[in-house]
């Protein structure tokens, strides 16, 4: 399974790109809204997630992270604490992290 992080701010190329691609290779694609549901990109596109940070699970089939950029995004992920433990997970476990 692959988390994709959305914050408010994202940038939505960054996102929505590499979701498409990996779900065309047959991956699990799990988007992740930080704060919930409903989230705005930096041009005013808004998508609604399939998860929230507070509905998140950390399990052995994570086997990658996606942290789209784009600004604010990439600082409202940065205060995020699942965030943060999924990023020292993928690290501690050798899981792949892509931040673009």
């Known amino acids: 399974m692959i988390y994709v ?3 408010d ?3 939505e190329t960054e996102a929505i790109a590499p979701i498409d691609i990996l779900k065309r290779f047959g991956k699990e694609v799990v988007t ?9 990109g930096a041009h005013g596109i808004t ?3 399939d998860i929230t940070d507070s509905d998140v699970i950390m ?4 086997e990658m992270i996606v942290l789209p950029g ?3 995004g990439t600082l409202n992920l940065e205060k995020a604490d699942t965030v ?7 690290a ?5 992290l892509a931040a673009i």
């Open 5 to 7: 992080f959305l914050a």
């Open 9 to 11: 701010g994202f940038e």
């Open 32 to 40: 992740v809204g930080i704060g919930g549901g409903k989230i705005t």
């Open 47 to 49: 998508v609604i997630a």
């Open 59 to 62: 399990t052995d089939k994570v």
């Open 70 to 72: 784009g600004m604010p």
């Open 84 to 90: 943060q433990k999924f990023i020292d997970y993928c």
């Open 92 to 96: 501690e476990n050798g899981k792949l």
